[in-house]
């Protein structure tokens, strides 16, 4: 047996720990400071890495350096880079050095607060940080713990909806009983993220109970509550019952905004859950020019939205929070012997224990990351953040208008542009085959990244500003891009 196992089984050496820890911290210092030279878009192969990698995991362990030569050779080639500032497609995933901070201490900590007596200080915390997020946002009253309401940092937006829609689901069902579950019906829009369907199902709603109803160019392609009254009142004549509306604020295609308030009255007169999506504009909220699209989010019973998109808080980070804990908790919670409080705790009723408020057990401390992105910005600077980028996106829309060859397919929201290439006196099959081919082009040139949606018919590329190293040079150039693709296109 040669010496590297046995060295390499002192697995936290506080003497080698600073050592190995900072060459990762150096070479990524050295990779945000290159990041802008590699293809966006990984240019690989599949498969490529199985072939690179031996088929068995290593018998002896290696050096960190020789590691990382490896992470350099082998995987950086293989990523899209997310850190990129040509980076535009999707949401953007920004991070940020206080981001990544608080992600090491959570990291390095390591603790499993599950319960309060697991880690007193991380339960706290957790409450501390939503109910700041919840002012920052403007949130109600009642979605803080001093409300009667309160928050949980999850891993994403899929676990926040199942928690809320199963939390809706059994308080309907106490009222109904378990074979009520085949009348409850679920309401999004064709623009809400798959992930609401994905959820419902796992509660157990009958697909023929999800109703996704039209939005349209007249609201932008928000949701409006006609459409929404008129879809309740029928399933109500039917004896089903309308158990779950999702809202969202900033959709995934579009950037649409549904209108809370008329969809909140709605929901209030049918005792309908109303959860409030704003996994991506959520943030923009903490611009007071922004929070009006959250009014009315008092007659919500739920709001989530995810600092791991647009508030500097590397992955992963979702807030949630409920008016109503106990409704979450009577869903979620599992008390067996073994993880009970012990001391004081266990006589406190307003303790937390967070593993009633989620699908897991086991959970992160990622309150003390996002608590590491409020100090290290301050409420000034994550405004100053937000706007920067939706200047961009300004910009950007600006230009794309006065091109008499392109459209702006739907108004901007937020930092997210739509659009695409629409040379007069061309077929609308081929102006999709145009634009497929217009994007194709730009991510090959792996200078930019952007992606695609589709509305009526109409494909459009879309252009998420938000990366932490954007800046208006790199807009310029992703529209320099687009036009020296699209003079190449049509040239041809
Ligand atoms: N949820 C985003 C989408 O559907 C993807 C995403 C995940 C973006 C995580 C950023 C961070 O487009």
């Not at 046995?6 to 080698?16: C, G, V």
């Not at 949130?139 to 909806?161: D, M």
């Not at 064709?190 to 996704?212: E, W």
């Not at 930019?448 to 009526?456: E, G, K, S």
Request: aromatic residues 8%.
């Amino acid at each position: 047996m040669g010496s590297l196992p046995l060295e390499a089984m002192m697995p936290l050496n506080p003497d080698s720990f600073a050592g190995e820890s900072s060459a990762v911290v150096d070479f990524l210092a050295d990779y945000y400071r290159n990041v802008d030279k590699y293809p966006v878009m990984a240019n690989t192969q599949p498969g490529t890495i199985r072939k690179l990698l031996p088929e068995a995991a290593p018998e002896l362990g290696d050096s960190m350096d020789r590691i990382l030569d490896d992470v350099q050779r082998d995987i950086l080639p293989g990523l899209t880079h997310w850190q990129s500032p040509s980076f535009f497609a999707y949401f953007p995933a920004n991070a940020s050095t206080a981001g990544f901070a608080g992600e090491m201490l959570s990291a390095g900590l390591n603790v499993v607060p599950f319960v309060w007596t697991a880690s007193p200080v991380a339960t706290e915390l957790e409450q501390v940080v939503v109910d700041w997020m919840a002012s920052l946002l403007g949130l109600p009253e009642r979605f803080h713990f001093k409300g009667g309401g309160g928050g949980v940092l999850h891993g994403s937006t899929c676990e926040a909806v199942v928690c809320t829609l199963a939390a809706a689901r059994d308080r309907a069902l106490s009222k109904l009983g378990h074979e009520g579950i085949l009348k409850l019906v679920v309401y999004a829009s064709d623009q809400t993220h798959a992930t609401f369907q994905k959820g419902a199902s796992i509660v157990g709603i009958p697909p023929a109970n999800f109703r996704i109803l039209r939005t349209s160019a007249n609201s932008g392609y928000g949701l409006t509550a006609t459409i929404v009254q008129r879809a309740i009142e029928e399933d109500v004549a039917r004896g089903l019952v309308p158990l779950y509306l999702c809202a969202t604020v900033g959709t995934t295609g579009l950037g649409a905004i549904d209108r809370v308030r008329e969809l909140g009255h709605v929901a209030r007169r049918y005792g309908t859950w109303l959860h409030i999506d704003a996994a991506y504009a959520g943030s923009a909220a903490i611009c007071p020019e922004f929070q009006g699209h959250l009014d009315g989010a008092e007659l919500a019973d739920s709001v989530s939205m995810n600092p791991h998109k647009w508030f500097l808080t590397n992955m992963d980070c979702c807030c949630l929070w409920v008016a109503n804990p106990t409704t979450m908790t009577d869903a979620l919670s599992a008390d067996p012997e073994y993880l009970k409080n012990v001391g004081t705790a266990s006589k406190m009723a307003e303790t937390v224990d967070y593993k009633d408020w989620q699908i897991a057990l086991s959970r992160r401390f990622r309150a003390i990351k996002l608590w590491v992105v409020l100090r290290r910005y301050g409420a000034a600077g994550m405004r100053a953040h937000i706007r920067r980028h939706i200047q961009m996106a300004e910009w950007f829309e600006h230009v794309v208008a006065a091109d008499e060859r392109f459209e702006v397919v739907v108004p901007r929201n937020f930092s997210l542009v739509c659009f695409r290439l629409r040379p007069r006196f061309m077929a609308d099959k081929a102006v999709e085959a145009l634009n497929r081919d217009l994007l194709a082009a730009v991510n090959a040139s792996g200078r930019a990244f952007m992606t695609h949606f589709v509305v009526d018919d109409k494909f459009v590329i879309r252009l998420a500003v938000g990366g932490s190293m954007t800046e208006m040079r790199h807009i310029r150039a992703a529209w320099e891009l687009l036009k020296e693709k699209a003079n190449d296109l049509i040239a041809t």
